[in-house]
Every structure is written in C-alpha cells, then in structure tokens.
C-alpha cells in the first residue's frame, strides 16, 4: 500500500499536513525533499494525485 501526503520539514521533523488514515502506528516510509522555488504548487499536488492512482491500480493487481 502507497500512501503520498504533504508535509513540511523543520527544524529535523516533518510536519504531515494530514494524518493518514489505515495506516499503523509503525510503518516503512519514503520521503522526497522538493525544493520548493523549483516546483509550482499545482504541479506538485496533480503529482501526488498521480502517485496516488498509481497505488490505487497497484493495488488491482495484488
């Protein structure tokens, strides 16, 4: 299961936009620096939409 939420890094912590629902309260992640003066924010969030139906056809095939 792939689950993609925005989120901000300060300070050595990173600060979920959201809280992700199913998910454990120990779970393997991935994080992505995006520089953001190099990424337009509605970009950014159609790329999420895209990782997201990306897991969702994934997991179709599981």
């Known amino acids: 299961m792939?689950?993609?939420i925005e989120g901000i890094y300060q300070n050595g912590q990173i600060q979920l936009a959201?809280?992700?629902q199913?998910?454990?309260d120990r779970s393997q992640v991935l994080v992505t620096?995006?520089?953001?003066s190099k990424i337009?924010?509605?970009?950014?969030?159609?790329?999420i939409?895209?990782?997201e139906t990306i897991?969702?056809?994934?997991?179709?095939f599981e």
């Open 2 to 4: 792939f689950k993609t």
């Open 18 to 20: 959201s809280l992700p």
């Open 22 to 24: 199913d998910v454990s």
């Open 33 to 36: 620096f995006v520089d953001p």
């Open 40 to 47: 337009d924010p509605t970009k950014l969030r159609e790329l």
């Open 49 to 51: 939409d895209r990782l």
């Open 55 to 60: 897991a969702g056809i994934q997991q179709g």
